[in-house]
């Protein structure tokens, strides 16, 4: 079992920055691909971007690259989503994820798809106001 716990959301303005944190419990957080999906309002959820369980794999949606960056530190059991030249579309709630990997190919691809997710947070909130 893994909990999730987001914090970092906020209010900000377009062209600025914000950095989300997601803390998981458990002791196998290294086996876990994490992901970062969002929200918006009348939307279904999206996907925002992942990172692997070895970090040999990190892969954004189109609509987020170049902006937003995935890290994670294993031994600090977190991953972070840094985002920066924030627009008003950007308004979610964000979530992370933890996907148990099936590969322990250390290049697999990072995860794009919901169902490759076990765990989920609670979501944080991010609005980009224009």
């Known amino acids: 079992q893994v909990q999730l716990v987001e914090s970092g959301g906020g209010l900000v303005q377009a062209g600025g920055s914000l950095r989300l944190s997601c803390a998981a419990s458990?002791?196998?957080?290294?086996?876990?691909?994490m992901g970062w999906f969002r929200q918006a309002p009348g939307k279904e959820r999206e996907f925002v971007g992942a990172?692997?369980?070895?970090?040999?794999?990190?892969v954004y949606a189109d609509s987020v690259k170049g902006r937003f960056t995935i890290s994670r530190d294993n031994a600090k059991n977190t991953v972070w989503l840094q985002m920066n030249s924030l627009k008003a579309e950007d308004t979610a709630v964000y979530y992370c994820?933890?996907?148990?990997?099936?590969?322990?190919?250390?290049?697999?691809?990072?995860?794009?798809?919901?169902?490759?997710?076990?765990?989920w947070g609670q979501g944080t909130q991010v609005t980009v106001s224009s």
């Open positions: 994820a933890a996907g148990q990997a099936r590969s322990a190919d250390v290049f697999s691809l990072a995860p794009r798809r919901e169902g490759d997710y076990d765990y």
């Open positions: 458990g002791r196998t957080f290294s086996t876990y691909n």
């Open positions: 990172r692997t369980w070895s970090g040999g794999s990190t």
